[in-house]
């Protein structure tokens, strides 16, 4: 069976830092662009950052461009996202995903088939 299980979330000031994980098993890792989605309470659930299979191609949305970065390391079948310069409006439930492709830059939840349950980032003012 295929799991996606995130953890790392919590609450933090603003201005700090966090870093998500997402361990994949049950299926070919290395083969599949993985993306990391969030979804604030009363909002539409939303793309954040994606990555390709061999991890040297990433792409992320405008509004945490330069703040977040999203890394592969495929020894342990795990994606991250490193968070920094953390901001109110960043509080919301995190999600890895795995994509239906190996390359491309997927940034439509249609495009992923795997999801997560979910981790709660808080970012207090």
């Known amino acids: 069976q295929v799991q996606l299980v995130e953890s790392g979330g919590g609450l933090v000031q603003a201005g700090g830092s966090l870093r998500l994980s997402c361990a994949v098993s049950?299926?070919?890792?290395?083969?599949?662009?993985m993306g990391w989605f969030r979804q604030a309470p009363g909002k539409e659930r939303e793309f954040v950052a994606v990555i390709n299979w061999s991890g040297d191609n990433t792409y992320y949305a405008n509004s945490v461009k330069s703040r977040f970065t999203i890394s592969r390391g495929s020894a342990e079948n795990t994606v991250y996202l490193h968070m920094n310069s953390l901001k109110p409006e960043d509080t919301a439930l995190y999600y890895c995903?795995?994509?239906?492709?190996?390359?491309?830059?997927?940034?439509?939840?249609?495009?992923?088939?795997?999801w997560g349950q979910g981790t709660q980032v808080t970012v207090n003012s």
């Open positions: 049950g299926r070919t890792f290395s083969a599949y662009t």
């Open positions: 995903a795995q994509s239906k492709y190996s390359s491309g830059r997927p940034v439509h939840e249609y495009e992923y088939d795997l």
